[in-house]
């Protein structure tokens, strides 16, 4: 219901007392044309810029809610004869409502309140405002700052309007995240989906697309690509139909000119509702922030030409003059939320836990721990119980060293976007040859290390070097964190996990300690097949920040020692994970 006392804006008032048209108004395959005298033809595409009207005498431009408006402001003043009134008065009916909810949500903000027949969690109550304010505006950014539940509302919003198939492009390091976050909370209405929920009633059928080459794809709720494949379904994917498209870390499409980002602008105009995710919404550089919202909303910052000419230093300069004021403008339109951390600080825990499941090269993998095949078939054969253990121990180290190093490269794209969107992060892990990895992959970013190979001055010298912003990234030894005093980090990251729940406390009170204002965002980068789920489970007993989005608790003695215990089960789980690979 539109109430709250919002009227109106003048330039949607239906034109009165004409004397004269310039011209006609038709609508032709979800464009509007305009067919009329020079001055009006001429005014329309400086209004409308790109305009694809060629020559005199015709303007043709896309319809959506945003020209509708404009349109009708031109009318104002050039009376057109609407050819397609029928259509007109539809669309622009829609627009006039359009407008006024979001003047409403804009001012009022609605909560949505996610129904628990269609989704598996509860939100926080800026959690439900993101939700209200994709329901309203179906093409915009969702820019919350970095682990504030964009995925939690993006899921939120699909499961509550059921909007299937739903296309989500995520990068390649996220596609398991995303997957399991599907399974985990969404819920599927058979009834309005009879056709592909014939193999389980609640459940929602998730596809990864897989490959360059197209195929045929199965009946599925989700579509689940990453953005390095765009370019071979380029002509697939806007066929198939799709009620909502997710552009996860939408900067990923912030250089245009590549087949990537062509792939996603066709894939953009095939659907109605278009959403991207990104913690890092306003670039300085402005032909980023205009690629970005290009692939949103069409020429919603105009083209090229005119933004550079007014948002930035001249034509082709592509530095924004003043990125506060776009960005509030683009919240003004609908097409932008963004909320920080310090603006929802009331409703987050102090301490906040996720489990983030990436993605591991599952080749490189089984080639690493190969070595230890052997040594399994061995384990059967040994009587002897302290040489028995030692073998397990062997395997399970080596395995644990594999899994680190087969996911490194995913921690880095993981820490990258981090960093790019200006957090401050420490970066935990335990084998030598993953810290190499990190240091390699990660040395644009000046990290920092504090590790078993560096003396004490050295350590000294990385801890300064953070702590004055020489540096957001230190690396940290898993057995190493003890005393450090790093509270400046805005997230904790477990790049390899232990065993012990103790030693994760002690890694995430580096930087939840006094003096610390802000609530830290703690992730544990788990992947699959490899020894991480084992471990994760061995943790999970009593320590649960392996559940979601969760307040602190702290790891008691007792739950050590049972977690010790626990362990040593899982291990046995490790072994036979490796059977399982020689077989």
Not at 88 to 104: A, C, G, S, V, Y
Not at 178 to 188: D, V
Not at 428 to 445: P, R, W
Not at 493 to 522: K, M, N, T, V, Y
């Amino acid at each position: 219901m539109i109430d709250k006392g919002i009227v109106l804006p003048d330039y949607l008032v239906d034109p009165c007392n004409i004397n004269h048209y310039y011209g006609e108004l038709i609508y032709e395959d979800n464009y509007w044309v305009i067919e009329g005298e020079p001055v009006v033809c001429q005014m329309a595409k400086k209004l409308f810029p790109g305009s694809s009207g060629k020559g005199r005498g015709k303007a043709k431009f896309p319809a959506s809610k945003r020209t509708m408006g404009d349109l009708n402001w031109l009318m104002l003043r050039y009376p057109l004869k609407i050819r397609s009134k029928k259509i007109w008065d539809e669309k622009f009916n829609r627009t006039k409502e359009h407008i006024i909810k979001r003047e409403q949500i804009n001012n009022f903000p609605v909560k949505i309140e996610p129904d628990p027949l269609y989704f598996k969690a509860i939100l926080k109550d800026f959690q439900k405002e993101g939700v209200g304010y994709m329901l309203q505006n179906q093409r915009a950014l969702l820019a919350d700052e970095m682990g504030l539940g964009k995925t939690v509302e993006t899921l939120a919003l699909i499961s509550q309007t059921q909007s299937y198939p739903a296309i989500l492009v995520v990068p390649p390091h996220l596609r398991t995240n995303w997957i399991k976050e599907i399974k985990k909370f969404s819920i599927i209405d058979s009834k309005l989906h009879n056709e592909i929920s014939i193999f389980d009633e609640d459940s929602p059928i998730v596809h990864e697309i897989k490959g360059l080459k197209p195929y045929e794809l199965p009946k599925a709720h989700f579509y689940v690509i990453h953005y390095l494949l765009l370019r071979g379904w380029n002509k697939v994917l806007p066929k198939i139909g799709a009620k909502m498209v997710i552009f996860d870390e939408i900067q990923e499409l912030r250089h245009a000119g590549t087949l990537k980002y062509s792939a996603a602008s066709m894939l953009s105009a095939s659907c109605d509702n278009v959403y991207g995710l990104s913690g890092t919404p306003i670039y300085n550089h402005g032909g980023e922030i205009w690629n970005v919202m290009n692939i949103i909303d069409y020429h919603c910052l105009g083209d090229w030409d005119s933004f550079t000419r007014e948002w930035c230093y001249g034509y082709g300069s592509d530095i924004v003059v003043d990125p506060a004021l776009l960005g509030e403008h683009l919240k003004r339109e609908g097409l932008l939320l963004r909320r920080t951390k310090k603006e929802v600080l009331k409703e987050l825990p102090p301490k906040r836990r996720v489990v983030q499941h990436i993605d591991q090269d599952e080749c490189l993998f089984k080639q690493l721990i190969s070595k230890t095949f052997d040594k399994v078939l061995q384990i059967d054969k040994i009587d002897d119980q302290f040489k028995k253990g030692r073998l397990i121990r062997d395997i399970v180290n080596e395995t644990r060293r594999a899994t680190g190093i087969a996911k490194a490269p995913h921690v880095c794209d993981f820490v990258k976007a981090l960093l790019e969107a200006g957090e401050k992060v420490l970066l935990f892990a335990y084998h030598h040859d993953v810290m190499d990895i990190y240091e390699n992959l990660l040395q644009n970013y000046n990290p920092m290390f504090i590790t078993g190979r560096q003396n004490q001055k050295e350590k000294d010298k990385a801890v300064d070097n953070f702590m004055n912003g020489s540096s957001n990234l230190c690396c940290i030894s898993l057995r190493a964190a003890a005393g450090l005093n790093l509270q400046r980090a805005s997230i904790v990251i477990f790049g390899e996990l232990d065993w012990s729940p103790a030693i994760h406390s002690q890694g995430e009170d580096r930087a939840h300690r006094i003096g610390q204002i802000d609530s830290i965002l703690c992730y544990y980068l788990v992947a699959s097949g490899g020894s991480d789920e084992k471990i994760q489970e061995s943790l999970g007993l009593k320590v649960s920040q392996f559940v979601g989005l969760m307040g602190d608790e702290v790891v008691s003695e007792k739950d050590n020692l049972i977690a010790q215990v626990k362990a040593k089960e899982h291990m046995m789980k490790i072994i036979e994970l490796v059977k399982e690979k020689v077989a």
